[in-house]
């Protein structure tokens, strides 16, 4: 069962550049953290694959829906879910705005419509 972040840790999420990501495994341990982009809004963070839904860390954490995100000091266990229930054009804002100093051809990797169907909801872990 998921819950809601915290605001203080959403926060601190949100704020930060860059988010680790892991999934767990079926005898518990987690995968290979990968550094990702990520986004909050409306009280949750959203992640996409940059390169595709045959990304290891994507495919891994869509199969298996479990693991531990970490970013900003903020370490949690988390789930993963399908992000299509979202509207998509308001997370392609969320990504321009947070990360508007990068070249335009590096925040189209998460922007557009290429990647719609590559959003992961992350709630934590109740």
Known sequence: MS???DPVDLTAIAAADELR???RRRDGSLST???IWSVALHGVVVVRSA???ESG???RALARGAGRISAAGVER???FQPGDHFDQALVDDAYRRKYA????AVVRTVAGEHVHGLSLIVTPEA
């Open 51 to 53: 390169y595709g839904a």
């Open 101 to 104: 100093r990068y070249p335009d």
């Open 33 to 35: 953290p990968v550094t």
């Open 3 to 5: 819950a809601q972040w």
């Open 21 to 23: 990501i892991s999934s």
């Open 57 to 59: 860390w994507y495919r």
């Open 77 to 79: 266990d988390v789930r």
